[in-house]
T-cell receptor, first 118, second 114 residues
Framework: GAVVSQHPSWVICKSGTSVKIECRSL??????MFWYRQFPKQSLMLMAT?????????EQGVEKDKFLINHASLTLSTLTVTSAHPEDSSFYIC??????????????FGSGTRLTVV | GENVEQHPSTLSVQEGDSAVIKCTYS??????FPWYKQELGKGPQLIID?????GEKKDQRIAVTLNKTAKHFSLHITETQPEDSAVYFC?????????????FGSGTRLLVRP
């Protein structure tokens, strides 16, 4: 079935540094990747939609200069949290919709990245 | 846009009992309704889904029902086991819509007491 591999699973960084999170579709081509943020005991909040070869679309209230998204290939999308601050600490999750023969798998999620900014 | 409401926010059941989680949606164009299970520190895992052309779908101990007229759908877990304890999210989307955005409910924390 469709698998999305997300790395790292957890990261601790100092305030002011940048952190890159990668999501790879392992057995299918993900032309679209969704990036979510989840605070403790809350639902998933869609941050942005990345499309291969074009600019990402950000949801209202999400700073595009802070959360840089790159979708340079059909199997890799990255989210970079720039100049991270403690309030950026959260659980970040990517998701890709199945396409073609995998469309019945719906949306596949990565395993998530726990970001802690100290 | 679509809005999905989910109830209850927490649910505690005795092992072996059934659990029911309910969701309502606002956009009548939505045609795909997945349910996800999320364990602590992990990404959501699809456990069952239903499309708008059917009213019920079952997979072993898990079933989902859909009422398009009332715009609500429910997850039913029978013979619950401690390993069913997790957070469950419902979602709705219009497949074929160019936005492809999954709209999630607020989640239900299920606790199965041994």
């Amino acid at each position: 079935g469709a698998v999305v591999s997300q790395h790292p699973s957890w990261v601790i960084c100092k305030s002011g540094t940048s952190v890159k999170i990668e999501c790879r579709s392992l057995d299918f081509q993900a032309t679209t990747m969704f990036w979510y943020r989840q605070f403790p005991k809350q639902s998933l909040m869609l941050m942005a939609t990345s499309n291969e070869g074009s600019k990402a679309t950000y949801e209202q209230g999400v700073e595009k200069d802070k959360f840089l998204i790159n979708h340079a290939s059909l199997t890799l999308s990255t989210l970079t949290v720039t100049s991270a601050h403690p309030e950026d600490s959260s659980f970040y999750i990517c998701s890709a919709p199945g396409t073609g023969s995998l469309i019945n798998y719906g949306y596949t999620f990565g395993s998530g990245t726990r970001l802690t900014v100290v | 846009g679509e809005n999905v409401e989910q109830h209850p926010s927490t649910l505690s059941v005795q092992e072996g009992d059934s659990a029911v989680i309910k969701c309502t949606y606002s956009d009548s164009a939505s045609n795909y309704f997945p349910w996800y299970k999320q364990e602590l520190g992990k990404g959501p895992q699809l456990i069952i889904d239903i499309r708008s052309n059917v009213g019920e779908k079952k997979d072993q101990r898990i079933a989902v029902t859909l009422n398009k007229t009332a715009k609500h759908f429910s997850l039913h877990i029978t013979e619950t086991q401690p390993e069913d304890s997790a957070v469950y999210f419902c979602a709705a989307i219009t497949l074929g819509d160019s936005s492809y955005k999954l709209i999630f409910g607020s989640g239900t924390r299920l606790l199965v007491r041994p």
